[in-house]
């Protein structure tokens, strides 16, 4: 059906050509969901806008072929490529709330494209609007006809996204990161929907992600980008127990799963034994009743509704839940950002609720209490190089000048594994990785005693995602640090915490040993995000893996001396 | 009924909001009148008038009562809608404003549409083709009006078009003298004649209009075409036109429907200060044409210290302001169903 044969795109850009894609072949074939896999900047995303001729001001395709049931997508009038859009192959995006128009409502969205394609006219265009939402199961869709993107949660936006790209009936579906951003359980509403509409209409599709055990799910067939390349291609299941190429297995390696430690998610090579964390029960941080009401617009809103756990000193706290269960409240007002409207936090046994959060950054207990942020990028300034962004906080709680801050800093790059000569960088000038190294090194700055970490990997690649998932589990050993760790991804909780806190709507429904929650939940709301946590296929044993690592090696030098 | 109209509520809310407004100009420009270098008593009394004289005419108008008071009188007079007797014209400010109100606002009004229906194409064009000759145009058109002072490009105009060209009327005023003004309707000449049917009275005017127009529009099309531009360009590389284009719209569709509508936002922000500044603005303009406009007017009381006529001059803008501002404020929720009247 598709068929794309040693396809390159460059992008013009001031500082000289760019090799986004670099000469790749693959076919689709009618109804197969092709999975494309890579971590960002591998080219995926590319590849497809270039099938859709829609590649950013700056990008063209260099060379190769694309061809579409005969039409060559490369070279196609315009006008031919936009009525293939939509209605030959059409696209869904991540970041669905962007996707869409903001100010035009989702009804007349889906309209327009109708009235492009001439599948629908004036009169009856509303009708079949409504309908085409009815496909993707949106509940009560002629009220929600009328609503503007601002109005929809981010899953119900995601089937609008759908709804617009299926209205047409197009043969081939490319899905760009659909779940990307979106709840767990959402993922797997939007997943299991787009499949099933995948298989019903038999159309194709290929599906875009950096997550490899969701890739796994649900394509037929995958193939592993890396710097524009593929790498590898072939069956899921295959990729999974035996990967050939060395990026494929890291990938696989680095994907969180069950039944893996965190040390098992970096490539063998640099495996170390994993440290021994001396977990104790005195407590540490104590929530009592904690309480937070935002004055709403209809009424006060409860976002946390009076909730009571305990961190005790050496131990990880995994807090898990969807978004607007009320878990990033809570780690604010716990690191003292926010203040909490009843309740108390016993810290070291004092109630540090009890201080204002203007006037706690002036406490003494401040340095004992940091966080890192979520987005590495958004949370550093951006005129600020990495050593200033490490010692902001020893100058102004240390006071520490000249020659003992150079050292200090230094000494905490040294303990991030952030080389030297980065130091001297502004954050652009650093890699997704190393920023979050940064960031690290920011709080660990004062020799905290607890440390809030809210989602500290959820934008970063899973290679990188498991170096610093690792990092962190080295620090805590050697620093004797408690982590109060946040998180919608269950497998990464489960690897790094001992101690499971489950947040449904301000309240926390079920809580326990980490490896008594994942494996045993008691609770169907946490059988429900369990169920909907991607699984990827069970690996080969180690022993397997040997024996494959053997033979591909003989593979590669029959191949070279052939 | 409030409650089942809520965007008429939020309208009376909003003009409630700017009563505090109205009333803080009215005492400031009470005060800061008073505070300016110059005694109009000596002013008025005549260059040969003395001590006594002075005095008499400081008593007539009031100015020996202590600030207060002059503020309470000043207050009251101004509720029964009377502010005050210029002095320089000897007429009724409130007479003098409402014949030379309409002839500034035509004369905004004309420059700004001018403004807006060149500088938002090329603003559109310059975002869609950046690089091109069309973007380049944009910027020297942008550089051009922002860097030459409007009383230079107005003289400069007439040089060309009635001294050399001789196409153009003599720049005096809103109309020859060979037309009689058109009877006193909305105070616009275009609209008066027009309502009389008198198109050759209109046409004398539009020729008069043109030039000053004309060089207020260039002046005031650069920050309109900056940001139109500016604007396009954050939407055109926003997530839901790569949607829009990878559904197969149309480039008219995704240009306008998706694009513009969302780029319209920050250009009527742009609208409405540009309005607020020009039509403060164009005193040289009016200087420049012989336009008898408020702005000209202001300036000749502020050198007399005409107080009567300049605190009317200000409390006029500021009502022209409010007014302007909630007219903006109404067209955002228009614009983008996000903002909502409840936020503010």
């Known amino acids: 059906m598709l068929s794309v044969r040693d396809l390159s795109v460059i992008f013009q850009t001031r500082r000289g050509v760019v090799d986004a894609v670099r000469g790749i072949s693959f076919d689709v074939a009618k109804g197969e969901i092709l999975g494309i896999v890579g971590e960002s900047g591998s080219g995926k995303s590319v590849t497809s806008y270039a099938l859709m001729r829609i590649l950013d001001a700056g990008g063209t395709i260099k060379a190769g072929e694309a061809t579409y049931s005969g039409i060559d997508l490369r070279r196609a009038a315009e006008r031919d490529m936009r009525d293939i859009r939509g209605r030959e192959i059409s696209m869904i995006f991540q970041n669905p709330r962007a996707a869409l128009n903001p100010i035009r409502k989702v009804g007349h969205q889906i309209e327009d494209v109708l009235r492009q394609h001439a599948r629908a006219t004036r009169q009856d265009a509303r009708a079949k609007a409504i309908a085409a939402m009815e496909a993707v199961k949106i509940k009560d869709a002629a009220a929600r006809y009328d609503a503007y993107p601002f109005e929809l949660s981010g899953g119900m936006c995601q089937r609008i996204v759908c709804a617009i790209a299926l209205a047409c009936d197009p043969r081939l579906l490319i899905a760009d990161e659909p779940t990307t951003g979106l709840d767990i359980t959402t993922q797997k509403a939007v997943m299991d929907l ?123 706290v995994g807090l898990v839940g969807e978004s607007g269960c009320g878990k990033s409240t809570t780690s604010e007002m716990l690191v003292r950002l926010m203040d909490a409207t009843a309740g108390e936090i016993l810290f070291d046994g004092d109630d540090i609720a009890a201080i204002p959060a203007r006037r706690f950054a002036r406490d003494p207990r401040r340095a004992d209490i940091q966080m890192v942020f979520q987005d590495a990028t958004d949370s550093l300034n951006p005129r600020h190089t990495a050593r200033q962004a490490i010692a902001e906080p020893l100058r102004r709680l240390r006071r520490m000048r000249g020659a003992a801050l150079g050292i200090r800093i230094e000494e905490l790059a040294g303990l991030v594994g952030l080389p030297l000569p980065l130091l001297d960088r502004f954050p652009h000038q650093l890699s ?63 690897l790094l915490c001992d101690y499971v806190i489950v947040m449904k709507d301000g309240l926390i429904v079920e809580e326990g040993r980490a490896h008594q929650v994942m494996s045993h939940p008691q609770e169907p709301y946490t059988k429900s995000l369990l169920a909907a946590a991607p699984k990827p296929p069970e690996r080969a044993t180690p022993a397997d893996q040997l024996e494959i690592k053997n033979a591909q090696y003989t593979a590669l030098h029959d191949k070279r001396a052939s | 009924m409030l409650a089942a109209a809520p965007r008429l509520r939020a309208v009376l809310m909003r003009l409630a909001q700017a009563v505090p407004v109205v009333a803080g100009v009215v005492v400031i420009s009470f005060l800061l009148t008073r505070a300016l270098p110059g005694d109009p008593a000596v002013y008025f009394a005549g260059v040969a008038a003395d001590e006594a004289s002075i005095e008499q005419t400081r008593v007539a108008m009031g100015l020996d009562k202590p600030l207060p008071v002059q503020f309470v009188h000043y207050v009251g007079d101004l509720l029964q809608g009377d502010l005050g007797q210029s ?18 606002l035509e004369l905004t009004l004309t420059a700004l549409f001018l403004a807006v229906v060149i500088a938002v194409p090329l603003g559109v064009l310059a975002a869609t083709r950046p690089g091109t000759w069309v973007d380049h145009l944009c910027r020297v058109l942008v550089t051009a009006g922002v860097s030459l002072p409007t009383f230079f490009t107005g003289i400069l105009l007439i040089y060309i078009f009635y ?31 027009a309502l009389m049917g008198d198109w050759e009275t209109w046409r004398g005017a539009a020729e008069q209009l043109v030039l000053p127009a004309a060089t207020l529009a260039l002046f005031t099309l650069a920050p309109i075409a900056r940001m139109t531009r500016a604007a396009m360009l954050t939407a055109l590389s926003s997530d839901f036109i790569r949607t829009a284009r990878a559904a197969g719209l149309s480039g008219g569709t995704v240009l306008y429907r998706y694009a513009f509508r969302n780029a319209l936002l920050p ?40 107080y009567a006529a300049v605190q009317g001059f200000v409390l006029v803008m500021a009502l022209l302001f409010v007014t302007l501002n909630l007219l903006i404020d109404l067209l955002y929720t228009v614009i983008d169903p996000r903002i909502g009247f409840d936020a503010q």
């Open chain 2, 267 to 306: 250009v009527v922000t742009t609208l409405g200060m540009v309005f607020s500044f020009a039509l403060g603005a164009n005193v040289l303009v009016e200087k420049v044409f012989a336009w008898p406009g408020i702005g000209s007017y202001a300036v000749e009381a502020l050198v007399v210290s005409d």
């Open chain 2, 163 to 193: 001294y050399l060209a001789g196409i153009a009327p003599s720049p005096l005023g809103r109309l020859d003298f060979i037309y009689l003004s058109p009877d006193h309707v909305t105070g616009f000449y275009l609209i008066d004649a």
């Open chain 1, 432 to 494: 997704g990785g190393q920023k979050a190294r940064v960031g690290i090194a920011r709080a660990v700055a004062l020799d905290p005693k607890f440390l809030i970490l809210d989602e500290p990997t959820a934008a970063l690649d899973v290679s990188i995602q498991a170096v610093v998932l690792n990092l962190l589990v080295d620090l805590r050993a050697k620093l004797g640090l408690s982590y109060l760790f946040v998180s919608h991804d269950l497998h990464v909780v489960r």
């Open chain 2, 87 to 104: 002095l320089s014209s000897g007429r009724p400010v409130a007479t003098d404003l409402a014949n030379r109100l309409p002839a500034s």
């Open chain 1, 194 to 316: 787009v499949r099933d509409l995948i298989r019903e209409r038999e159309m194709s599709s290929i599906l875009i992600t950096h997550d490899l055990g969701l890739a796994a799910q649900y394509c037929d067939r995958l193939i592993v980008m890396k710097d524009g390349l593929i790498v590898e291609q072939g069956d899921p299941l295959q990729i999974f127990s035996q990967p050939r190429h060395p990026y494929s297995r890291k990938l696989v390696d680095a994907t969180p799963r069950a039944g893996a430690s965190v040390r098992d998610l970096l490539p063998v090579e640099i495996r170390a034994p994993e440290p021994k964390i001396v977990e104790t029960d005195k407590p540490l941080v104590e929530v009592r009743d904690l309480v937070k009401t935002y004055a709403g617009k209809s009424g006060p809103v409860q976002a946390v509704k009076a909730i009571s756990f305990t961190v005790h000193r050496g131990q990880c």
